[in-house]
């Protein structure tokens, strides 16, 4: 214990310090070092007290970006201290708040998002893509050769080939292929074409929904749409480029067999894809979601709606609006456009009608409907954007751990009645500890978390239930 305590006193640029071993476990007890000193002081006092770094009672962290740069200088276990210290909590959506809002340069109307488990994010607006790193700090912007961005996700860091800035992929519906963007090097690596030699229109073919891989292995999922409306989910390479596969195809003729607006990879269900599309009418909602084998190109389970065999035919037209898969909990959760109820169904135990309907003791749940609804399952919690605003589903209890959807189910308003009043969520995006949104008619990105202050009042407090 002696020895984790010893005092280091340091020289920083002609300014002295004192801390201890404990705080500064790679320097030796003597040393001086030609670094900034107002720097070395900021991440002195994050190491002491990590949990100032979010409070609002302490001066922020005018350039968080430069810290952790700085901090590189100093070894790998303090630039990862730091980068703790920086990161907000675990994000409880009951107990998030408006933490900034991030603002391009230029047309800050987003129209894609991708954030990354570290809580870094990119965002698409027109034809531009925008860096920011796990700290939020703005790190580049690439303006690339489309006019508008509309699909964007990016290549996990294992197959970014020691890149700092991610390889971002995105789509367009005003233009052909599937693109891939190196951000360090603002460079753009190439497109992949859905490409049939007895159909040369597919060529022209434009992406709708874009799965990242999930492991080194495994390909990236991207659903092309022709102009006749013909559709189909390609397996690409990403390393190569190469198309080594296709599933799904279908002709676009009707609902049933619409170019898929969600595609998700599902490697705790066996590598399963999941694909879902939804269109909205003047007689309300449509849609069909769909689970494949992309190693037989086989589909394993289908349901549409309005239609299928429902044992409630209460419920017969109020069709999901939003549909999003969770693949660590293995459950699909949707909301339907006309009551605005949130239903989940055990991706294990498919069936004609797998759904259970959460409900809790607020019978004012699925207040607002769910036209526009959109639906994101994260860490356990589920987010609805509704014109009403932004509720999240978090499980209280589960009595039988091997169910999906039993239990006691609490939700809350995330956002209050004037955030709710300027606009409508039409994009959600979770990274990190963050929650990305979008709202119609609003420049820009809102980023909610948990700060260290309110998550440390609700462990004095706990709710009554």
């Known amino acids: 214990m002696e020895t984790e305590q010893r005092r280091v006193e340091v020289n920083v640029g002609g300014r002295h310090f004192e801390t201890t071993t404990q705080t500064l476990p790679v320097l030796p007890t003597t040393t001086f070092l030609d670094r900034d000193p107002s720097l070395f002081s900021d991440l002195l006092s994050l190491l002491r007290s990590p949990s100032s770094s979010s409070s609002s009672t302490t001066s922020p962290i005018s350039n968080p970006s430069r810290l952790i740069q700085e901090a590189s200088h100093y070894g790998l ?12 909590p675990p994000l409880l959506g009951f107990d998030a708040s408006l933490s900034t809002t991030l603002l391009p340069a230029s ?119 022709a102009a006749h409306r013909e559709n189909c989910i390609l397996c690409v390479d990403p390393t190569t480029l190469q198309v080594t596969g296709e599933i799904g195809r279908q002709s676009g003729i009707a609902a049933k067999s619409a170019a898929p607006n969600r595609v998700l990879h599902l490697p705790e269900l066996g590598g399963l894809v999941f694909m879902s599309s939804v ?23 289908e349901t549409s709606e309005p239609g299928g065999r429902s044992r409630n035919s209460s419920r017969f037209g109020d069709s999901f609006a939003d549909v999003d898969a969770d693949g660590e909990q293995l459950a699909l959760y949707k909301v339907c ?51 009403s605003g932004v509720e999240v589903w978090s499980q209280l209890d589960n009595a039988e751990p091997e169910s999906v959807g039993g239990g006691r189910w609490r939700r809350n308003w995330m956002d209050g009645e004037e955030e709710a009043k300027k606009g409508f969520v039409r994009q959600m995006e979770a990274g990190g500890d963050r929650l990305f949104l979008c709202r119609q008619g609003l420049d820009g990105v809102q980023v909610w978390q948990t700060s260290r202050s309110s998550r440390q009042v609700s462990l004095l407090c706990p709710s009554s239930s």
Not at 77 to 88: E, G, V
Not at 153 to 177: I, M, N
Not at 203 to 214: E, H
């Open 77 to 88: 276990p303090i630039q990862s201290r730091l980068r703790s210290a920086l990161s907000p």
């Open 107 to 225: 047309d800050p109307f987003a129209t894609a998002l991708s954030a990354a488990p570290d809580g870094s994010l990119c965002l698409a607006h027109a034809g531009v893509i925008s860096s920011y790193d796990s700290t939020l700090a703005y790190s580049c912007s690439l303006r690339t050769h489309l006019d508008r961005i509309t699909s964007l996700s990016r290549l996990p860091c294992f197959l970014s080939h020691d890149s700092p800035l991610p390889v971002a992929v995105v789509g367009s519906l005003d233009h052909p292929g599937l693109h891939l963007y190196d951000l360090s090097k603002g460079a753009h690596l190439g497109t992949v074409f859905w490409s049939d030699p007895s159909d040369t229109r597919l060529y022209k073919a434009w992406v709708a929904a874009i799965a990242p891989p999930s492991s080194a292995s495994s390909p990236l999922f991207a659903a092309f749409e």
């Open 279 to 301: 269109s909205a009418g003047p007689f309300g909602y449509s849609g069909y979601m769909r689970l494949w084998d992309p190693r037989s190109g086989d589909p394993v389970w």
């Open 337 to 387: 456009w006309k009551s605005g109820d949130v239903g989940v169904a055990d991706l294990r135990k498919l069936s004609d009608d797998p759904w259970i309907y959460l409900s809790d003791s607020d019978a004012a749940a699925g207040a607002g409907g769910g036209v526009s609804g959109i639906v994101h399952c994260y860490k356990g919690q589920v987010f609805v954007g509704r014109q």
